[in-house]
């Protein structure tokens, strides 16, 4: 067990590497009721806080969008579900409290649900496990009777893999979880969780992405709707605008300040991984970035990382280093994700 965002958290069960294989193989369980469930009928008054398509969201689906600051900085990213009447929002929980003081300083109504348990379902076997699930797509999002149990099923995850997000009353959260054990889903931790999304190319909040990041840098572009983009009625978009407008000027501009301001994905040589913190440079030694993230890639049997690079450096195969304990590693600047996603769509 470990101390994350404020909980103790498993880190394991049976081992990091095993769990991994296990979600890329069948099914794995990951008990994430640590991040925060929230309830918003206002849509008007929240799309103004996010780019994000979320007036345009119809009935029964979900869309990830980001929430900004002023400055175009992401304060969170979020997965948002219409459930109708209203949105379903889950935010991380590092930042749950900040976000709903955010919106509500914004005039955004937002009900907690911060009591209710977040199970996460993940794998190519995961529907052979939750078949009441079964004719959702992926990002559809529907209530869903499991055991006798109410829940808010959602197609997704942070894995890469096909599976589902499952919430519902905290008081039946440890039952829940104790069905889908019993059906087969293996018991996953904090640790194949991050080496599963780190395979999957997708930003951890805190790591790779924070107030002080701008979501074209972060290569979120896809989270950026062209239409709201257009309408420039969202807090930030002013900011993000300049970035996209940029282009390649951005380089330019990295290449006279020494920025380091584009998000790549690295596979290095050897076995070592490097871990946040570590410098990138070019060979020969001039420093151009730094890691956000790193693990060893049970999949790839190789060490992968995100850092953000210097503009001119963020090409698929330019060669970098790493430094870890004062040591270069070698190691190739790789298109994201480093392993295929395997959605249902």
Do not use: W
Request: net charge negative; hydrophobic share 45%; aromatic share 6%.
């Amino acid at each position: 067990m470990v101390e994350f965002a404020g909980y103790d958290m498993p880190l394991q069960y049976q081992g990091i590497m095993a769990e991994h294989l296990a979600c890329r193989t069948g099914a794995a369980l990951f008990d994430v009721s640590h991040m925060g469930q929230a309830e918003i009928a206002e849509i008007e008054a929240f799309s103004r806080l996010v780019p994000g398509d979320i007036a345009g969201l119809k009935p029964g689906r979900q869309r990830y969008t980001l929430l900004l600051n002023e400055a175009g900085g992401v304060l969170d990213d979020l997965m948002v579900a219409n459930l109708g009447q209203h949105v379903q929002v889950v935010l991380n929980a590092s930042r749950k409290e900040a976000d709903v003081a955010h919106m509500r300083s914004h005039g955004v109504a937002v009900t907690t649900r911060f009591d209710r348990a977040l199970l996460a379902l993940q794998g190519p076997k995961a529907v052979e496990i939750l078949p009441e699930a079964a004719t959702l797509k992926f990002m559809d999002a529907a209530p869903v009777q499991i055991g006798g149990i109410d829940c808010i099923v959602t197609r997704s995850g942070y894995t890469g893999e096909d599976g589902f997000e499952i919430g519902c009353a905290g008081f039946d959260g440890e039952a829940l979880a104790e069905l889908l054990l019993a059906r087969g889903a293996t018991p996953a931790g904090l640790g194949a969780r991050d080496s599963l999304r780190l395979e999957a190319g997708l930003c951890l909040y805190g790591n790779d992405i924070d107030e002080t990041t701008n979501p074209v840098a972060a290569g979120l572009g896809f989270a950026l709707s062209k239409k709201r983009l257009a309408e420039g009625h969202f807090l930030g978009a002013a900011a993000v605008q300049k970035a996209l407008a940029e282009g390649a000027a951005a380089v330019q501009k990295a290449l006279a300040e020494g920025a380091a301001e584009n998000l790549v994905g690295i596979k290095l040589e050897g076995r070592a991984p490097a871990r946040a913190g570590a410098e990138i440079r070019l060979p020969g030694g001039e420093a151009v970035g730094r890691v956000t993230s790193g693990v060893f890639s049970p999949t790839l049997n190789a060490p992968i990382a995100l850092g953000y690079v210097r503009g001119d450096c963020a090409k698929p195969g330019t060669t970098l280093e790493l430094i870890v304990r004062d040591k270069p590693l070698s190691g190739q600047v790789t298109p994201l994700p480093f392993v295929p996603h395997n959605y249902v769509r």
